[in-house]
């Protein structure tokens, strides 16, 4: 009896001491977010080569979303407390800017003059970015977001070389604001379908840094590739 009581205990002992060791072994995502850092002295995953300019676009435009869809949910619960779902103010929003699949930025569709409709796009928020500006939301993702718009057409502009008039002229009529209830709307109007066009600019160049990539892996195989035929 003694012996089965200590072998008992002993298997107890084994047990707790494999649980404390399992329970000590952190778990990790299989999916990893991407860095937060941008600029030349970001490196892919590797560490072996900088990102490419498609790529430090990818996490320009990728952080930008991010601001924006966080100030629309922080304007609209402020502005609209008594309604949990924005789907409820479809009738009210105002027609803003959108990416369309008619604008080539889709895998299926897509092309070249893809970059100039999100710079169109991107540069009607810019010009409009004064009517949030007034609304009294944090100041800070306010600023964050307005710096971020104007580097990301930086980017894209310095490589399509857009000269003043050269990008498809989109409405420059002012808003009209003539209510404070038309203020929340048209607000709340900017936001989420400032959401959108990020979602969409982020899934488009993210398209483009691929396909380049795929490009360029192809022509630095070709030298092999005829070396090996003519041998």
């Known amino acids: ?68 869809k966080t100030l629309r949910d922080q304007q609209f619960e402020r502005d609209f407390r008594e309604t949990v779902n924005m789907t409820a103010y479809e009738g009210v929003r105002i027609t803003t800017p959108l990416l369309t699949p008619s604008d080539g930025c889709l895998s299926r569709n897509f092309s070249d003059l893809c970059l100039s409709r999100i710079y169109s796009i991107l540069s009607w928020y810019e010009e409009n970015w004064s009517l949030i500006e007034n609304e009294n939301l944090t100041s800070s993702l306010v600023k964050d977001i307005k710096r971020g718009t104007k580097r990301l057409l930086e980017a894209i502009n310095s490589q399509l070389q857009i000269a003043d008039g050269g990008v498809d002229q989109i409405s420059r009529a002012p808003l009209s604001v003539r209510s404070a209830w038309m203020r929340k709307t048209t607000t709340h109007s900017i936001l989420f379908n400032f959401t959108s066009v990020m979602i969409d600019t982020c899934r488009a160049v993210h398209y483009m840094s691929k396909r380049k990539a795929a490009h360029r892996a192809k022509d630095t195989k070709r030298p092999a590739d005829w070396s090996s035929d003519k041998n």
């Open 1 to 68: 009896m003694p012996s089965a009581q200590n072998a008992a205990l002993f298997l107890s002992a084994v047990l707790a001491a494999f649980l404390s060791l399992v329970h000590a072994v952190p778990a990790y995502s299989g999916l990893a977010e991407l860095s937060e850092t941008s600029g030349d002295e970001v490196q892919d995953v590797e560490g072996k080569s900088p990102l490419s300019e498609r790529q430090k676009w990818h996490l320009m435009a990728r952080d930008l979303h991010r601001d924006v």
